[in-house]
Nanobody
Framework: QVQLVESGGGLVQAGGSLRLSCAASGRTFRLSRMGWFRQAPGKERELAASITWSGGVTYYADSVKGRFTISRDNAKNTVYLQMNSLNPEDTAVYYC?????????????WGQGTQVTVSS
């Protein structure tokens, strides 16, 4: 029903910035909330940030508050994650995920992931 494609990952130095993009296609009218998850080596998957399509209500994990900003372009069905003041602990595979109105409490759709590596 929904396809998600991430882009924008790469290698940056500590203190640098990077912006990730997630393009949604398909039955996008059913989407209620978009989230950016990340999974670092040896760590559990973590929800870094999320945003609702309708009201733009955001959530941030304590580990990224003040450094990351999530936003969306409804016309383009695209969600962004602006990452500033990056440090090596931010190194992870970042995944875009989506909740639908049919399953409002679960992320049912996932992208392929994009690698973010921060060097010291």
């Amino acid at each position: 029903q929904v396809q998600l494609v991430e882009s924008g990952g790469g290698l940056v130095q500590a203190g640098g910035s990077l912006r990730l993009s997630c393009a949604a296609s398909g039955r996008t009218f059913r989407l209620s909330r978009m989230g950016w998850f990340r999974q670092a080596p040896g760590k559990e998957r973590e929800l870094a940030a999320s945003i609702t399509w309708s009201g733009g209500v955001t959530y941030y994990a304590d580990s990224v508050k003040g450094r990351f900003t999530i936003s969306r372009d409804n016309a383009k069905n695209t969600v962004y994650l602006q990452m500033n003041s990056l440090n090596p602990e931010d190194t992870a595979v970042y995944y875009c995920a989506a909740r639908t109105e049919a399953n409002p409490l679960r992320y049912d759709y996932w992208g392929q992931g994009t690698q973010v590596t921060v060097s010291s």
